[in-house]
């Protein structure tokens, strides 16, 4: 977002703004905002809204996969329920198996006939026993079901180039070799055509607790045997920094050297808390909604340093975790498994505020994908039992979903303090899509939008609310926090539309 040369100030004027949704009221702030239609950004690509899946707590067995043979309705072992969730969601691509699972994960545990794969052991996540009944085939289906494109974090820490090598084969190459031949007596003739490969998975911790000097050696072994086998416009992604560690990055492009093939680099970005999700303050929610700035900058200064190296723009950044990770609480864990934590309103506002700063530096990512789906971090869905349903955060993307293949504007707005009105425009023909959040508990914002360089002849608007930052959708409300909609105002040069404390708002409005 631009805020260069803001003859826009904001507005200051006091005026009672009625919350929609529990007729509470509170003091509302006027914000005006300048939308510059001509002033492309670039495309907001799909996969900015990506989800990420691990073998970790329930996300996998229990969550996604609940066997062919268990009480809860399932299509071919998959939970029903979740499968038609995630298909509305139209999630552009799923990360899988880890984390740090991928790098002690041995893909030929996965596949023939599930009596004979052997019991492994998930020594990241509580030394459970894993009997690997989801391996490949059934991710493959996974993405085939829900309409996603599947992206494999290979093996590195404890693997060989070898069998990740080996795993390219089975996955991409079409027929005639023992290896897609195996595949085929699987199931599966056709090849599965991957083309996200992701070489490891935090190198710098779970993944071998390597140097960025090690890991660039890896890197290098490593991608020359997957280049070929991967196919013509495969993407090999390699481990960069957590949040915005410099040192990282700049260590390991060094001893790259530009050698091998590199088409993306990944950054782990997680906005944490001391906080249990529904025990948050003020405070920490300010503390945790302001890392969102921190997001912003991280992606400014890695993608500068890496223009160092890749003035071209070759190599594209990623973010392949994401989100808030709050405080765990042990009986909802033993509960519900490993990193299960509720989703309410605030982090309904922080996914949203995650993806508009994607909007906003579309033009330098490739790919982001959130942490995790179902039942981990900052999840999509929630199950219990044969019950599933989805959190705030769900409903945050949907309304979000808009601006996917749109080319991101420029908006200019009034200032630049975190916990500001925070903002995302895109544009495609006669379409604008506008989405605003508002993360303050406590005040409501009045915007009032400019449209340079067109004009409006009307539109919709949707948002999503709750007076209550702890407030979140439970198995027994599952439709506490969904989408309602939003008056709005958007006729010629001005688009205004009121959004209460905690709220995302996304406007859709008609171009001439
Ligand atoms: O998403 C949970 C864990 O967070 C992942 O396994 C790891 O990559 C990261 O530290």
């Given at each position: 977002?631009?805020?260069?040369?803001?003859?826009?100030?904001?507005?200051?004027?006091?005026?009672?703004?009625?919350?929609?949704?529990?007729?509470?009221?509170?003091?509302?702030?006027?914000?005006?905002?300048?939308?510059?239609?001509?002033?492309?950004?670039?495309?907001?690509?799909?996969?900015?809204?990506?989800?990420?899946?691990?073998?970790?707590?329930?996300?996998?067995?229990?969550?996604?996969?609940?066997?062919?043979?268990s009480p809860i309705p399932n299509v071919e072992g998959y939970r029903k329920q979740a499968i038609e969730y995630l298909k509305a969601a139209e999630i552009p691509v799923l990360r899988w198996p880890g984390g740090c699972f991928a790098d002690d994960y041995h893909w030929r545990d996965g596949i023939g006939p599930v009596s004979r794969r052997p019991k492994t052991v998930n020594i990241h996540w509580g030394n459970y026993t894993e009997d690997n009944s989801f391996?490949?085939?059934?991710?493959?289906?996974?993405?085939?079901?829900?309409?996603?494109?599947?992206?494999?974090?290979?093996?590195?820490?404890?693997?060989?180039?070898?069998?990740?090598?080996?795993?390219?084969?089975?996955?991409?190459?079409?027929?005639?070799?023992?290896?897609?031949?195996?595949?085929?007596?699987?199931?599966?003739?056709?090849?599965?055509?991957?083309?996200?490969w992701g070489v490891g998975n935090e190198n710098w911790a779970c993944g071998g607790n390597m140097t960025p000097e090690s890991y660039a050696l890896e890197y290098r072994r490593f991608s020359t045997y997957l280049r070929t086998l991967t196919g013509k416009g495969a993407f090999l992604i390699a481990c960069g920094p957590n949040r915005n560690d410099l040192e990282w990055t700049r260590r390991f492009m060094e001893a790259l050297d530009r050698r091998g093939s590199l088409?993306?680099?990944?950054?782990?970005?997680?906005?944490?808390?001391?906080?249990?999700?529904?025990?948050?303050?003020?405070?920490?929610?300010?503390?945790?909604?302001?890392?969102?700035?921190?997001?912003?900058?991280?992606?400014?200064?890695?993608?500068?340093?890496?223009?160092?190296y890749d003035p071209e723009r070759r190599i594209g950044l990623l973010i392949d975790e994401w989100g808030v990770w709050d405080r765990m609480v042990p009986a909802e864990e033993k509960k519900h498994g490993r990193l299960w934590q509720q989703i309410p309103m605030r982090a309904a506002v922080a996914a949203a505020m995650g993806l508009n700063v994607f909007h906003?530096?579309?033009?330098?990512?490739?790919?982001?994908?959130?942490?995790?789906?179902?039942?981990?971090?900052?999840?999509?869905?929630?199950?219990?039992?044969?019950?599933?349903?989805?959190?705030?955060?769900?409903?945050?993307f949907d309304l979000l979903k808009a601006h996917r293949g749109k080319e991101a504007v420029r908006v200019e707005t009034?200032?630049?303090?975190?916990?500001?009105?925070?903002?995302?425009?895109?544009?495609?023909?006669?379409?604008?899509?506008?989405?605003?959040?508002?993360?303050?508990?406590?005040?409501?914002?009045?915007?009032?939008?400019?449209?340079?360089?067109?004009?409006?002849?009307?539109?919709?608007?949707?948002?999503l609310h709750d007076a209550d930052m702890n407030a979140c959708n439970t198995f027994d409300n599952p439709d506490r926090i969904v989408p309602r909609e939003l008056p709005l105002m958007a006729d010629?040069?001005?688009?205004?539309?009121?959004?209460?404390?905690?709220?995302?708002?996304?406007?859709?409005?008609?171009?001439a």
């Open positions: 977002m631009s805020r260069r040369g803001l003859a826009l100030s904001a507005g200051v004027a006091l005026f009672a703004a009625v919350t929609p949704r529990r007729g509470a009221s509170a003091p509302s702030e006027e914000r005006r905002l300048n939308i510059r239609l001509a002033d492309r950004i670039a495309t907001i690509k799909p996969e900015l809204h990506g989800q990420f899946a691990e073998h970790l707590g329930s996300c996998i067995y229990g969550g996604i996969w609940v066997g062919k043979d391996g490949t085939h059934e991710f493959m289906r996974l993405c085939q079901l829900i309409g996603a494109q599947p992206y494999l974090a290979g093996n590195v820490g404890s693997g060989t180039p070898q069998e990740l090598r080996d795993w390219a084969e089975y996955c991409n190459y079409p027929s005639g070799s023992t290896l897609s031949e195996e595949r085929t007596r699987n199931g599966s003739p056709e090849p599965f055509n991957v083309k996200y088409h993306g680099y990944a950054m782990h970005f997680y906005s944490s808390s001391k906080t249990e999700a529904t025990k948050f303050t003020p405070e920490t929610l300010r503390l945790q909604l302001a890392g969102f700035a921190d997001l912003e900058k991280a992606i400014l200064e890695q993608r500068a340093l890496l223009d160092k906003r530096q579309a033009d330098k990512l490739a790919m982001c994908n959130i942490a995790q789906t179902v039942n981990v971090l900052h999840a999509i869905l929630l199950t219990d039992g044969d019950e599933c349903i989805r959190t705030s955060t769900y409903w945050a009034g200032g630049n303090d975190p916990l500001d009105l925070s903002v995302s425009a895109s544009v495609e023909g006669k379409q604008l899509v506008l989405t605003c959040v508002n993360p303050r508990h406590d005040m409501g914002m009045k915007v009032d939008a400019s449209l340079a360089g067109g004009s409006a002849l009307g539109g919709k608007a949707r948002f010629r040069s001005r688009i205004r539309m009121e959004l209460p404390p905690l709220s995302v708002a996304t406007a859709i409005v008609r171009l």
